[in-house]
């Protein structure tokens, strides 16, 4: 895992530009703790930073080597996880390796198959290479959208980044957001448009998508993306195939040159993870690491609600023992986990989930202490359908996006007035994404919403939840690994019918009986339970101080945007909040912390608003 960067300009000499292109490159250094390195020439620069994972001695970049076109460079961010198998195949049709960094073996796959070379991986990546002869550019960015890859092409430069900062430290980007950028930020947030880079001009490779760049151009393309085909399965095959295809996916991303582990939360995805790891470790005669959070006194202050009925200790516990793990729990407190927030926002270079976020980057940053590589359960619920609003009928069919299904509590925070067309802008997103949804002549009503609803979800939930998993252990060089997103599970899914999916009438049905002979009964018929957070009033009251800060403070960003009463009855009437910001787990206290969070990003990153 790596941050890259690199610049094209038809105005300026590269080799001129050493201090900004330095400070580029600094502005990666936590996505790549261990190495750096540079191309320069006249008309580009290539940037990278290293988290050695695999080969550490023979995967070094900016990579390359002659070949029949002139010379190739290439920087890349990521983990081909099939790499074993392609490199096997160019052996066979006459190419050397040196060493077997996937880095490599990469490199020799875009020499033979040119732009083809995308549809043989599978792994999480985003990767470009440079032409010299040429002067062209190939982008591609992973089937699931798992690693960031954002961009800038306007008057002649044309510049790519992991990440959004480094994009701003060229000067050829500014932080300017506009009327659609402010839209994202207050009535789409903390979700943004696929595609979307928030601030003006910057746009984002979207998944399973790559781009040639050539004289000023940029010309995209969709490798992949999920399309309706007849599932042919019976009940018993699914299953089967099911288990196949996860412990399949889990096994390739077992493999590490430096120390692994994974995340384990007593729930129904974390805990397939880790079992069918701690199965492989037992074989190789190792024992699995694995890592949970929780909070200070989360215990004394946890209430049991719909959306979480029990907290997850106890099933920490029984799966540990059912496993054999060593085991280490990590436990946050609540002043550290609300300044994590502003962390979380120099992070995603955006704000987001609160202390969602926040969380993740202190628990990362624990792993880290020990451990360079981890997996994690992301992306099941989407997939499988887990969240409650694939089960609740009024919000399945509700023409709105399910996690967000009223945007009375946003326009309510916010000035008469402003952003008249806030509500437009989300139903038209909602409505584009419904209109991508690939479907069958055979399709029954019910058939059709679920891949509706499947588009809505891995095209905007689980973005988000994506980019900060990414963002937020990258902050701490943690490369985070998340088996259900390999692109055949994806695919597999889409197709399969909701009474497979939903099997025995419970959310993710379908994984719990394919993996019922694996786990405790306990575990593998626990009712979902989300990621755990807060229960503390101490965060509550943290947040209620900032955000009155805010409210008060005449040199905020904000001043003229908020409305102090709609954010006062937040404040007074943490409860009475009818619909959600987005999803169950953005509740009074973390809209009042998003609000400080989207403070802290307008003064931190300068922003203007045109």
């Not at 988290?51 to 890349?76: N, R």
């Not at 920490?316 to 502003?342: Q, T």
């Not at 002979?517 to 979902?528: F, G, H, N, S, Y």
């Not at 990621?531 to 960003?557: F, G, Q």
Request: glycine residues 6%; contains cysteine.
């Amino acid at each position: 895992m790596c941050g890259i960067a690199g610049w094209y300009s038809a105005n300026e000499k590269m080799t001129s530009k050493t201090e900004v292109l330095e400070e580029m490159s600094r502005r990666l250094c936590r996505r790549g703790p261990d190495e750096h390195g540079m191309y320069v020439d006249e008309n580009a620069a290539l940037i990278h930073r290293r988290l050695s994972v695999i080969d550490p001695e023979h995967g070094k970049q900016p990579f390359s080597a002659k070949s029949g076109s002139g010379e190739i460079i290439l920087v890349y961010n990521g983990e081909i996880y099939n790499a074993a198998a392609i490199r096997e195949e160019l052996i066979s049709r006459g190419y050397e390796f040196v060493g077997h960094s996937d880095t490599e073996v990469l490199y020799n796959a875009y020499l033979h198959w040119g732009e083809g070379c995308v549809e043989k991986l599978n792994g999480i990546f985003a990767f470009v290479f440079y032409n010299i002869k040429e002067r062209s550019m190939f982008l591609a960015r992973d089937p699931i959208g798992v690693k960031p890859l954002f961009y800038y092409n306007k008057n002649g430069e044309f510049l790519f980044a992991s990440e959004i900062k480094v994009l701003l430290a060229s000067h050829c980007v500014e932080p300017i957001i506009d009327e659609t950028g402010l839209m994202e930020i207050f009535f789409v947030g903390p979700g943004k448009t696929p595609g979307s880079g928030v601030f003006k001009d910057v746009e984002e490779l979207l998944p399973g998508e790559c781009a040639c760049y050539k004289n000023g151009r940029l010309t995209k393309r969709r490798y992949f993306k999920v399309t309706a085909v007849p599932h042919e399965h019976d009940r018993k095959q699914t299953i089967e195939y099911v288990k196949y295809l996860l412990t399949d996916s889990i096994k390739r991303q077992l493999v590490s040159d430096v120390p692994l582990c994974t995340f384990l939360s007593g729930g129904l995805d974390s805990s397939v993870i880790s079992a069918v790891a701690a199965e492989e470790y037992r074989k190789r005669g190792a024992q699995l690491n694995t890592y949970s959070v929780n909070y200070t006194d989360n215990a004394k202050y946890f209430r049991s609600s719909k959306f979480q009925p029990n907290s997850d200790e106890e099933f920490i516990d029984i799966m540990v023992k059912h496993i054999g793990s060593r085991h280490e729990k990590v436990v946050l407190d609540n002043r550290s986990l609300f300044s994590a927030n502003f962390d979380a926002v120099e992070a995603r270079d955006l704000p987001g989930m609160a202390d969602v976020d926040g969380s993740m980057l202190l628990f990362c940053r624990e792993v880290k202490k020990n451990f360079t590589v981890a997996l994690s359960g992301e992306c099941a619920d989407e997939l499988f359908g887990g969240y409650p609003w694939y089960h609740d009928r009024d919000i399945l069919f509700s023409e709105c996006f399910p996690w967000s299904h009223s945007q009375e509590i946003r326009r309510s925070v916010l000035k008469s007035g402003f952003l008249p067309k806030g509500e437009e802008y989300v139903h038209s997103r909602y409505e584009e994404t419904v209109r991508s949804a690939d479907t069958l002549p055979s399709d029954s009503p019910l058939q059709k919403r679920m891949r509706e609803m499947f588009m809505l979800n891995i095209n905007w939930f689980m973005q988000t939840l994506l980019d900060r998993k990414d963002r937020c252990s990258m902050y701490s060089g943690l490369e985070v690994r998340v088996p259900f997103c390999d692109h055949r599970i994806v695919q597999y899914a889409y197709n399969m019918p909701w009474e497979l999916k939903s099997l025995d009438g419970r959310e993710k049905g379908i994984v719990r009986q394919a993996f019922s002979d694996t786990l405790p009964e306990t575990i593998a018929w626990r009712k979902k339970s989300p990621y755990p957070k807060t229960h503390n009033p101490e965060y509550m009251a943290l947040c209620v101080r900032s955000a009155k800060n805010i409210m008060n403070d005449v040199t905020s960003p904000l001043y003229d945007i908020i409305d102090r009463g709609g954010i006062q009855k937040i404040i007074d009437d943490p409860d009475g909040i009818s619909s959600p910001w987005y999803g169950q787990l953005m509740k009074a206290p973390q809209i009042l912390a998003y609000i400080a969070q989207v403070d802290y990003w307008m003064r931190k990153y300068n922003v203007r608003i045109e």
